[in-house]
């Protein structure tokens, strides 16, 4: 199957490799060169512009950070709807549902149908293709790409409305975001009072408390001091903002999401916005005055 593909960076990166070893043809863009030739030295095919990656392939995958983004790539100028041989533009990206609605009318203008597929699971997922893919969009055209979406993680059919996989996708990551929040301010407490960040992960591991952020980002991330899980602070900032926006216009009350946005926005303007995730704890801990670490020996 010939797949175009648009942006290679920490996820998209991965998922275009794997589509490269599972033996499809892809074709592939980015803003970096560098990007570009690290996976056109796997086999894939290297083009100039969105564009010329819709001229070459029926379906066109995106991986991007921002919905603006997606929206430029997918229907500005030299972007994916100028293309003279794309039917289907599958995002993988998170926009939330308005402009993954907003899309799919843009592109249906020109007979392109808009699939979006947005994935949860973090760099590690998309390295080792477990990633959740959240399809939405008209059946028929999800089944035509559902065996490459599943080289890429596990699928998930959400349903034929656009924008749904977008909404699933948000409501999931606000979990994710609430987790580490509250893990961070928990894990604070917990070592200013004096216990073994190491014991407390073990206990909650055990106990109702543990998520993935006791489980994957505390352990491996936070205590060692790496905080290098790969996905930054302001990203998620962005999908809680989105969430946030549609829970309101639907007329959901939000107020603990909205204390989560408040903190990670604390941590984007006291550390910048390309910060980790998981450095949402700083914050809190020079308020604390301690840090989540192990205990010298």
């Known amino acids: ?33 560098e990007a570009i030739g690290n996976i056109a030295a796997l086999g894939a095919v290297a083009a100039r512009s969105p564009r010329e990656v819709a001229d070459a392939a ?9 919905p603006d983004i997606v929206l430029k790539v997918a229907t500005g100028p030299d972007g994916v709807i100028e293309g003279k041989r794309v039917r289907r533009f599958v995002d ?17 203008a020109k007979n392109i149908v808009q699939i979006d597929a947005p994935v949860s699971g973090g760099v590690r997922g998309a390295a080792k293709g477990t990633v959740a893919v959240m399809a939405s969009g008209p059946r028929a055209e999800v089944e035509a790409v559902e ?48 216990l073994d960040p190491r ?7 055990a106990s109702s408390g543990r998520s993935t952020a006791t489980e994957q980002k505390f352990p491996e991330v936070v205590i060692p001091r790496s905080f290098n899980q790969g996905f930054t602070a302001g990203l998620m900032l962005k999908d809680v903002n989105l969430f ?3 829970a ?10 909205e204390a989560v946005a408040a903190l990670l926005k604390l941590a984007c303007d006291e550390l910048g916005s ?18 989540v670490r192990a205990p010298a020996s």
């Open 147 to 194: 065996p490459a979406l599943k080289v890429i993680g596990k699928f998930f059919y959400i349903g034929d409305r656009p924008g749904a996989g977008q909404t699933m996708k948000l409501c999931n990551n606000v979990l994710s975001a609430a987790a580490t929040v509250s893990t961070s301010e928990s894990f604070v407490t917990g070592v200013k009072a004096g």
């Open 248 to 257: 309101k216009a639907l007329g959901v009350p939000v107020d603990a999401i």
């Open 1 to 33: 199957m010939d797949i175009g593909f648009i942006g290679l960076g920490n996820m998209g990166s991965h998922m275009a490799r794997r589509l490269v070893e599972a033996g499809h043809k892809v074709i592939v863009y980015d803003v970096r060169q």
């Open 199 to 205: 014991v407390m992960v073990d206990v909650i591991n």
């Open 58 to 66: 029926e379906t066109v995958m995106a991986s991007l950070p921002t």
């Open 92 to 108: 993988l990206s998170t926009t939330g549902s308005v402009m993954a609605q907003r899309i799919f009318k843009l592109l249906a």
């Open 244 to 246: 946030i926006s549609e």
């Open 274 to 291: 390309q910060c980790d995730i998981t450095e949402v704890i700083k914050p809190i801990e020079k308020r604390a005055g301690v840090e």
